[in-house]
């Protein structure tokens, strides 16, 4: 759903309708008003509704390392958009030519 005005009408039965597309983690107003054939009615208040968390669209950028002989030391920047709700962690991989790929929660 682009930014902008959604406007559908809507046949009854049933009572309800489905918007798809909408970005997660974000939040819209919502309001209806009721058709006939000659007209239509006032439209209600504005009623605010918030959509879920997603995944994230990106990952984060700018990874750089140091390695002192023993460690390796590696830092990144947060993804600046894209989250789609709140960062709680991240996920690392790493692997050496020899094994397989060892994966951290973080």
């Known amino acids: ?16 309708h489905v918007i798809r597309g909408l970005t997660p983690f974000s939040q819209y107003r919502i309001r ?18 918030e959509t879920h968390e997603g995944e994230p669209d990106t990952a984060p950028s700018n990874i750089t390392f140091l390695y002192n002989g023993s460690a390796l030391f590696f830092e990144w920047l947060k993804p600046s958009t ?4 709140v960062l709680q962690g991240y996920k690392v991989a ?6 397989a790929q060892v994966i951290l929660d973080n």
């Open 32 to 49: 209806l008003a009721c058709r006939t054939g000659v007209g239509t009615s006032p439209w209600t208040s504005w009623v605010s509704a």
């Open 1 to 16: 759903l682009s930014q902008g005005v959604y406007l559908e009408d809507v046949s009854v039965p049933p009572l309800s």
């Open 82 to 85: 894209g989250l789609n709700g």
């Open 94 to 99: 790493y692997q050496d030519q020899d094994n």
